[in-house]
């Protein structure tokens, strides 16, 4: 059975640093796209970062570039994000994402990820 389990959410002051992780189990992770979106309550949900397993080929938000990395460990079956210079408007609920790739790149498009984790809470505040 396919699980996607996201840990490292918390509380943090802006500016700080918090890196979530994106286990998954119950299948093999070859050749797949695997991402992280976000939602805030009342809005859309928002596409963060992906990553493709089999090449390591990253995309990003644009307006994240800088601050966050996208990172996979391929034996552990595990995708990371490490988010720095934290803002007030990142706190969110943010989503792990997997499906099979597509296009020639992960892209950031909600309707592309079939399989979403439970989430984790990161929540940015003094």
């Known amino acids: 059975q396919l699980q996607l389990v996201e840990s490292g959410g918390g509380l943090v002051q802006p500016g700080g640093s918090l890196r979530l992780s994106c286990a998954a189990s119950?299948?093999?992770?070859?050749?797949?796209?695997i991402g992280w979106f976000r939602q805030v309550p009342g809005k859309d949900r928002e596409g963060v970062s992906c990553?493709?397993?089999?090449?390591?080929?990253?995309n990003y938000d644009d307006s994240l570039k800088g601050r966050f990395t996208i990172s996979i460990d391929n034996p552990k079956n595990t995708v990371y994000l490490q988010m720095n210079n934290l803002k007030p408007e990142d706190t969110a609920v943010y989503y792990c994402?997997?499906?099979?790739?597509?296009?020639?790149?992960?892209?950031?498009?909600?309707?592309?990820?079939?399989?979403w984790g439970q989430g984790t809470q990161v929540t940015v505040s003094s």
């Open positions: 994402v997997i499906a099979p790739p597509t296009f020639g790149q992960c892209v950031l498009s909600e309707k592309m990820y079939h399989f």
């Open positions: 990553i493709r397993s089999s090449s390591g080929t990253v």
């Open positions: 119950g299948f093999t992770w070859d050749h797949y796209d």
